[in-house]
């Protein structure tokens, strides 16, 4: 380690130099560099923010942009209700207010964000949709959602490289608070689905031929809104029947486990086939006048005018749910379960681990009746 000593005079050189020796060897060498040098001195970690731990997070993990956009909105909400800070301009993005209210939330120090303030929340949140019980399960949702997406900021695989750059407070946010029971997610069918496409062929097919396409995606093919908006016309394999789910230049999928081929029966790729031959020099495979915009953070579909089209056709179907065209994804699962079981079905709508297909997707759509009574009951009828 060299120490400047910032004199020519020899004599004033060596008593400084025999200053830094001494305290060295009596305070370290942390304290001599601190003393002498301290432009070299290794600097502390700073005091974490709200907007720095977020900074921070994102830099260390590996997950996907849209994921960390949606960990640290989720963060970010939480904070702005437990701190009381007015969401009101949260939405006025062209006048300021946007940027204004985050800036709010970032400043926020971590040390004002207890456990037990995040619990209070909660509690909070919960107690005020007691009334209601569809208000409840949706508030159970939300609240689950939110603590979720927000402690993927502080995972094991990412706080080691965030505390490097920060002095995270302990405990942790989001330490102890559990997430709330949540209501059955089960899907219940109310879709003839034959009937449904029989309709959309009839009534789309020519007239609304985007729409009809998306429809067959996600209906036939089980593929997700994401996955329908950006999908190439070079992911399938017509000579095979095959259509390939890959991530493409300009859409990544949402896990690793989302990659798959889904089998064509005949009718579908023959349809698809046919509307790839009226349109030669397209890449997408649903027509959009908006381009894809990859480079942003956050979600945007450039298909969404069609997808709100999609929407406003299947509930005047009598599709009510709040996402008609995930239902679509959910009913195709569930057919697939009832004719040819609950791993077929997983491995159909790619998901990466089982229990998902079982807990949500799967609906009974066979009648299950037992017969273990049927002869004692018929006789006993005769009787």
Request: glycine share 4%; hydrophobic share 40%.
């Amino acid at each position: 380690m060299r120490f400047p000593l910032n004199t020519a005079n020899k004599e004033a050189a060596a008593v400084l130099a025999a200053k830094i020796w001494t305290q060295i060897v009596s305070e370290g060498w942390d304290a001599a560099i601190q003393a002498y040098k301290p432009q070299s001195a290794p600097k502390a970690p700073k005091s974490a923010t709200v907007g720095a731990l977020i900074e921070a997070a994102c830099a260390a993990s590996s997950a996907r942009k849209h994921s960390l956009e949606a960990y640290s909105k989720a963060f970010r909400r939480v904070v702005s209700e437990v701190a009381g800070i007015q969401d009101g301009r949260k939405f006025d993005a062209f006048k300021g207010g946007t940027k204004e209210w985050r800036e709010s939330v970032d400043a926020v120090p971590l040390t004002n964000l207890l456990p037990a303030d995040v619990q209070a929340w909660k509690n909070r949140r919960l107690r005020a949709a007691e009334a209601d019980p569809l208000a409840k399960r949706r508030a159970i949702t939300t609240v689950n959602s939110l603590i979720r997406n927000a402690k993927a900021l502080f995972g094991k695989k990412v706080l080691p490289f965030v505390e490097q750059k920060l002095t995270v407070p302990r405990p942790l946010p989001f330490d102890d608070v559990g997430m709330e029971k949540g209501p059955s997610l089960r899907y219940v069918s109310k879709v003839d689905a034959y009937a449904l496409l029989a309709r959309a062929k009839e009534e789309l097919a020519e007239s609304e031929p985007e729409a009809f396409k998306v429809i067959i995606l996600a209906l036939v093919c089980g593929l997700r809104r994401s996955e329908i908006d950006h999908l190439l016309w070079r992911t399938f394999d017509f000579s095979r029947g095959l259509l390939h789910i890959e991530n493409t230049e300009y859409h990544q999928l949402k896990s690793e486990d989302s990659a798959g081929e889904i089998d064509l029966d005949a009718d579908t790729a023959a349809l698809f086939k046919d509307y790839r031959a009226r349109a030669p020099k397209s890449v997408f495979v649903i027509e959009s006048p908006n381009a894809p915009r990859a480079e942003r953070k956050s979600r945007c579909y450039r298909c969404n005018a069609v997808f709100e089209r999609v929407n406003e056709w299947l509930r005047v179907q009598g599709v009510d749910t709040l996402k008609p065209l995930h239902t679509m994804r959910k009913e195709i699962g569930s057919i697939i379960a009832s004719e040819h079981g609950i791993f077929e079905a997983s491995r159909y709508l790619r998901h990466s681990d089982i229990r998902i297909t079982s807990a949500i997707y799967a609906d009974k759509k066979k009648t299950v009746t037992p017969k273990a009574f049927a002869g004692l009951l018929a006789a006993q009828t005769e009787n």
